[in-house]
């Protein structure tokens, strides 16, 4: 697991148990737990995991997780991403390069980076290419499979 995963379940794991109404208060309690972040760090996580504010009692409000699974949402946005934006893409060894419409490369590959598959170790953007940085030449097999999907190019039920 790493660090990135165990904060994420760590967070997880204090808003199923305290209600927390403030990043502070999230702060603190993730460092009891010794999960210790900026604040920076902590608003990026709060947006990655699609965390929401409810209202409790008293006109105050508390972080909670989203209704809907968040990961569907993001999978969705890329989809639709892909589907306007990708023009193209092509595997060299271990590497991706996707191509895009000018001006669409950051947002494909931000919500390419929100979907942590395990085979990608990471992306690049410039204007409209992505470099994508996979584990493994194996791992461009699985991620060829996946964009194929993600173009409309193979039925949405077959194995991720």
Partial sequence: MTVKQRRHAVLRQVLQNTPVRSQAELQAALAQHDVHVSQATLSRDIQTLGLVKMPLPEQRYCYVMP?????QRRYERLQVAF????????????????????GSAHTVAVDLDAMAWEAIVGTVAGDDTILVVTRSVQAVEQLHTRLQRLLGLIHPEAAL
């Fill in 67 to 71: 209704e809907e699974p968040m990961q």
């Fill in 83 to 102: 589907q306007h934006c990708v023009t193209r893409y092509e595997a060299a060894g271990q590497l991706v390069v996707i191509k895009t419409s000018p």
